[in-house]
Nanobody
Framework: QVQLVQSGGGLVQAGDSLRLSCAAS????????MGWYRQAPGKERELVAA???????YYAPFVKGRFTLSRDNAKNTMYLQMSSLKPEDTAVYYC???????????WGRGTQVTVSS
């Protein structure tokens, strides 16, 4: 059973930085791509950043230049370094893992990020 365990997040002020982590445990060998999503109250879940099996990284326009996604394959862990945070970045952040050999997508439980103005 694959589990994605998230850590990080919290309450910060605008302009501050935070780092989120997502560690895959269990037999996660089927996971090839991973990503970070977020969901703000009353809004749909949206893609923030994603990394493919060939390490190509995509950033949503609203975080490009401020957020950095990285992955440590040796630790089966993905990170999201968030800088220059804005109040509109306030949301629950979820990590996602997927691959064509996986029976389904895997999701972390989510972590709250709150940015005060």
């Amino acid at each position: 059973q694959v589990q994605l365990v998230q850590s990080g997040g919290g309450l910060v002020q605008a302009g501050d930085s935070l780092r989120l982590s997502c560690a895959a445990s269990g037999d996660s060998s089927c996971i090839s791509g991973m990503g970070w999503y977020r969901q703000a109250p009353g809004k749909e879940r949206e893609l923030v950043a994603a990394i493919t099996s060939s390490d190509n990284i995509y950033y949503a326009p609203f975080v490009k230049g401020r957020f950095t996604l990285s992955r440590d394959n040796a630790k089966n862990t993905m990170y999201l370094q968030m800088s220059s945070l804005k109040p509109e970045d306030t949301a629950v952040y979820y990590c996602n893992g997927h691959g064509y050999r996986c029976p389904s997508d895997y999701w972390g439980r989510g972590t709250q990020v709150t940015v005060s103005s």
